[in-house]
């Protein structure tokens, strides 16, 4: 139906289909119908309509959305009509007090987007959208496209003009707040002092420098408060005004409160002086006393949670040094003592939050040694009672959690990780009174799981509680052994070391003996953390042989040394490997485990003498190991711990292989007869679901195998195992299923892996052909999948990477492998009329063209794999780019141009890479135009066609050299080398553009800045020559250097209320 037509009734139905709808086809169709909407001519009309007549919330969401997408186009809406929408919103908001919360906030966005975009925007010599604080006060007594050095510019005007003034208009009325009392049962009043808490910290919240902190690592963060605002920090009554506001509002208000107290107490250093800083700080701990004083309101998990973050901040902010020359720290330290210790034993409430209370233990008791103020600062009184406090309340929540069948802490090995590598540092405080407790504990619960297990009737619940307990226990001896590495030790310290440990390897052996019957997940996992943090700890290349941890462990168990500590390991390993094949978790920490022993030379010669490794080596199949199986009872996704088992395998083969290619044939023994099975399944056509799996296993098998074979002799060995006989099936598993990514990802993973020429492993003997067959089998195999993934047709959005990008990705890292591993003359193909090359090549291409632009940048892997892949084809095959179609070729260009504004700095640095090597070919070809004698004809031709494309689509070049230069000059560019190479030769290829950029720049800004930057372009260029040698392309990356630095002087805020636009470009 023409949208015209539609009546307010239909929009209406729309929008229910589009909000609330559970018909899909339907929510299709509506979310059509209003995209048409927002493009029409009679979009605002409808919009009022919606908003005055509209009988839902909905109607009016949709208003709002509409309205926000207009405002946000590239080419905006004139100057007065955003002033009109801006005006009647605000008297709309005004009129509306019942409008529901979400349709406010969509009203309020699109206000905010008019202001920030129109920030600049000037008429009759005044800021039109600047004056929007003033416009808000009326009512206080009632994805768009843009360079983000545009809005940091908009970001940085309003910090400096408005953002104080709005800070200051917040906190008056929280004033005005405390003063009169607020009466709680009135929502309206209530939802007011929320919003304006809510301003408060989003003050507090903002990005002053523009590079805001990473939100995941919120206890390292540092507010930028700029300097003008010294004066309200100053102020003791401002952070008086938010510790009141704690003690008299309601949960929902006072954890905002709390919220803004976290941000005040993370303001930088810098801000005071250190007389100041002490005296802020100072009222920062009278705060906390008082709120420890009267906890009632730490009962609410909200403000219990802000509480924790906000002294973890004061740890993060200041120096312990500092903290004790408090005059309230001695009461203050007991008070959070006794609030983490009654935390820690409920440790069912705010899980979460404990997090916090660790970190500031953590940094307090590791920053003792650097202290060197004679104030006591009491932590070895309090951090073993932290200690105590969390080793007990583990044990006991075990009871509790079986009992009620509770989801079990253990469960969730990501947070009790973080939380034992947080308590290491804690625990190696006053050591000995760590270790009494733990071998008293240890012991006591050992002899009952001792007891239990030896009685005819053993309880099933007592049991499970005793190996919760003892998991727990393994877990921490792990942690404290652990935490020698983070803690100054000394021998009395290593000697109780001995003592923990001889406690879990007896309980090894008690478990091992016990198996398959008696067995639980939890210790095994716990174990295996243990022998991890042993590893690390006492068993290395630097290890000291007169380390008193042995001295106890040879007299309880015979462990003299770390040899024997490897035979314990080797053991362990084999044990789980054997009787652990159906338990994922242990299979893939073992592997793990196994693995990073396999990583260290002197390591790997100790371990290759014992009798375990000789037996792994031998003996590596599923009737020894049943995890290497492929029965259905395993998932795919198990399989993938095959590649680390056979990596570590092989590394331990490597020792003293050598060039013995016997043994190496007998190690390959059992995949050569999978693959003899598999070659006579796939003859006879039967047990198709069987070979998969056998191939997907053996894909993985052998990514692992060639992963750890780094050295010419052993990859040939491999490769000879492989070619002819074997490579084509996996050929041929790619044809048959190269829609089920579980079987195609880790074959071609295993291509890409055998084409990297990790040291030189690929430089096959001058007489060898290998390097080309390698290439030659990569070629068929990528064009294969190439040709069969495209036939899928379109895939929805949650689809599209799984089935189709994922794989690409992995080609482009394989032909990346092999254009830039030097083992491949190109030339060959093309004089022996061989086509795998060109074959190749167009396989890249029709897979590159059935990706969008969007995809390559959103899809990390993807855009990781194909500009380096573009790089290493701009550098080297410039004849293939330039004989491509120009649609393509613009294609390309464009995804270069894009992918120059990319925040990951390697993608970036290819794409300047990229830009570089194609700028370089045209110049060359323009310098030597009519002097190359008739033999060079076909590379005339070549660079006429790329002149001819350029001089079609100017744009192209143009683009680049607005984004290079945009970086430069405006955002944070941490690869100006790259960026410089490719900008010269733009520069000297669009000398009129260059001029034309240089002109928009200074004749933006105020008339006394222009005769500076005028300078700095004259700068820029002087001394630089109309060529491209490396000496003139050095001159030119020093002359940016100085040219940047001295743009960002001119360009910086004086203070001047003069409009002024920084926009370079559009």
């Not at 068993?539 to 314990?568: C, F, P, W």
């Amino acid at each position: 139906m023409a949208l015209h037509f539609q009546s307010l009734a239909e929009l209406e139905v729309l929008c229910t289909h589009l909000y609330i709808g559970t018909d899909l086809t339907q929510r299709i169709e509506a979310e059509k119908a209003l995209l048409e909407l927002i493009d029409s001519p009679e979009c605002l009309s409808k919009c009022q309509l919606l908003l005055e007549q509209g009988t839902t919330s909905y109607a009016q969401l949709l208003a709002a959305t509409c309205l926000s997408k207009l405002v946000s186009r590239v080419s905006p809406l004139p100057v007065e009509q955003r002033v009109d929408i801006r005006n009647y919103i605000l008297n709309y908001v005004a009129s509306q007090p019942k409008l529901v919360p979400f349709v406010i906030q969509a009203l309020i966005q699109v206000i905010a987007k008019i202001t920030k975009l129109g920030w600049f925007e000037v008429q009759k010599d005044q800021f039109v959208f600047r004056e929007i604080i003033a416009d808000v006060k009326k009512f206080l007594q009632v994805d768009y496209s843009r360079p983000s050095a545009k809005h940091r510019k908009i970001a940085t005007s309003f910090r400096d003009s408005s953002l104080k003034d709005i800070l200051v208009l917040a906190c008056s009325l929280l004033k005005e707040v405390l003063a009169k009392p607020l009466n709680l049962q009135d929502e309206g009043q209530q939802n007011l002092v929320m919003q304006v808490l809510k301003l408060v910290l989003n003050c507090l919240n903002f990005d002053f420098i523009g590079s805001s902190a990473d939100e995941s690592a919120d206890d390292l963060c540092t507010v930028q408060i700029p300097t003008t605002w010294r004066t309200i920090f100053l102020e003791p009554e401002t952070l008086d005004l938010f510790f009141s506001l704690y003690h008299s509002l309601p949960p929902l208000l006072s954890q905002l409160a709390l919220s803004c107290l976290v941000q005040f107490a993370s303001t930088r250093r810098s801000l005071f002086s250190s007389p100041e800083r002490a005296k802020y700080l100072g009222n920062l701990i009278k705060g906390v006393k008082r709120i420890l004083e009267n906890p009632q309101g730490l009962s609410d998990p909200g403000n219990y949670h802000e509480f924790c973050r906000f002294l973890a901040r004061l740890k993060t902010n200041y120096q312990l040094g500092e903290l004790v020359m408090v005059k309230e720290y001695p009461e203050v330290i007991r008070l959070i003592a006794n609030f983490t210790i009654t935390s820690l034993q409920h440790w069912e409430f705010a899980p979460n939050s404990i997090h916090y209370l660790l970190t500031l233990w953590q940094r307090m008791v590791a920053s003792v040694p650097f202290v060197k103020s004679t104030e006591p600062h009491l932590l070895d009184t309090y951090a073993p009672e932290i200690t105590k406090a969390f080793i007990t309340s583990r044990l006991e929540s075990v009871a509790i959690v079986v009992r009620d069948n509770l989801d079990d802490p253990l469960d969730d090995t990501a947070t009790v990780f973080q939380q034992l590598e947080q308590l290491c540092t804690v625990s190696r405080c006053e050591y000995e009174k760590t270790c009494t407790l733990l071998v008293q504990l240890f012991d006591q619960n050992a002899q009952n799981y001792q007891k239990l297990l030896h009685s005819p009737s053993g309880i099933t619940v007592d049991k499970a509680i005793q190996e919760g307990r003892l998991a727990w226990l393994v877990y921490l001896v792990g942690t404290v052994v652990g935490g020698r590495l983070t803690y100054t030790s000394t021998d009395e310290h290593d000697a109780m070391d001995g003592e923990l440990s001889c406690r879990v390897f007896q309980l090894i052996s008690l478990m091992d003996t016990g198996l398959p019957q008696c067995s639980n997940e939890k210790i095994e996992l716990a174990i295996l953390w243990f022998l991890d943090q042993f590893r690390k700890t006492y068993v290395g290349d630097q290890l000291q042989r007169t380390s008193k941890v042995y001295a106890r462990m040879s007299e309880v168990l015979g462990i003299t040394d770390d040899n024997h500590v490897l035979e314990t390991f080797m053991t362990k390993i084999v044990t789980n490997l054997k009787y652990w094949g159906r338990c994922e978790p242990v299979i893939s920490r073992t592997l793990q485990f196994l693995n990073d022993l396999s990583v260290g030379y002197i390591l790997l010669k100790k371990l290759v003498k014992i009798d375990a490794v000789k037996f792994m080596l031998k003996n590596h199949t599923s009737e020894h190991f049943p995890f290497l199986g492929i029965s259905d009872s395993y998932s795919l996704n198990d399989f993938r711990c095959r590649t680390t088992f056979y990596t570590a395998l092989t590394r331990l083969l490597m020792v003293d292989l050598g060039e013995d290619e016997d043994e190496f044939e007998n190690f390959m023994l059992p995949l050569t007869v999978s693959f003899e099975t598999v070659l006579q399944i796939f003859n006879n056509n039967f047990k198709q679901e069987d070979v998969k799996r056998m191939l997907i296993g053996l894909a993985r098998d052998l990514r692992g195998i060639a992963f750890a074979l780094n050295t010419k002799s052993s990859y040939t060995m491999l490769f000879d195992w492989m070619y002819p006989t074997y490579l084509p099936i996996l050929q041929r598993t790619i044809e048959r299923w190269y829609g089920e990514p579980a079987c195609t990802t880790p074959i071609l993973k295993l291509m890409a892996e055998l084409m990297q020429n990790r040291s030189q492993r690929l430089n096959f003997d001058v007489s060898s052909p290998n390097g080309i067959l390698l290439f030659r089998e990569a070629s068929k195999m990528i064009c294969t999948y190439g040709n069969q993934i495209l036939s899928l047709g379109s895939l929805s959005k949650d689809q599209i990477y799984p089935m189709k990008l994922k794989g690409i990705s992995i080609c482009y890292s394989a032909l990346k492998s092999a254009l830039c591993g030097n083992y491949v003359s190109f030339g060959v193909f093309k004089l022996y009329g061989d086509n795998h090359f060109d074959n190749v090549l167009q396989a890249f291409v029709k897979m590159l063209l059935s990706v969008c632009h969007s995809d390559l940048l959103q899809y990390r892997k993807l855009s990781q794999s194909y500009y380096p892949l573009l790089e290493c084809l701009t550098q080297d095959h410039m004849s293939f780019i330039t004989n491509l179609e120009p649609p393509v070729l613009l294609y390309v260009l464009t995804s270069i141009s894009e992918g120059l504004t990319t925040l990951d700095a390697a993608v970036s640095s290819s794409c300047c890479a990229s830009s570089d090597y194609i700028v370089t070919y045209l110049f060359k070809h323009i310098a030597e135009e009519g002097k190359k004698p008739l033999r060079c004809r076909e590379a005339t031709q070549a660079g006429q066609r790329l002149l001819h494309f350029m001089q079609q689509n100017p744009d192209v070049l143009q683009q680049m050299m607005s984004v290079l230069m945009n970086t430069i000059v405006f955002e944070d560019c941490r690869n100006q080398w790259s960026v410089s190479r490719p900008l010269l030769g733009l520069i000297l290829l669009n000398e009129k553009y260059f001029s034309e950029l240089r002109a928009s720049l200074i004749n933006s800004q105020p008339v006394p800045k222009q005769e500076v930057l005028a300078q700095c372009f004259r700068n820029l260029m002087e001394g630089v020559e109309q060529n491209l040698s490396i000496k003139n392309r050095d001159r030119f990356t020093q002359n940016l250097s100085v040219f940047r630095r001295d743009v960002a002087e001119a360009l910086r805020s004086d203070g001047s209320t003069e409009p002024c636009s920084l926009d370079m470009m559009s």
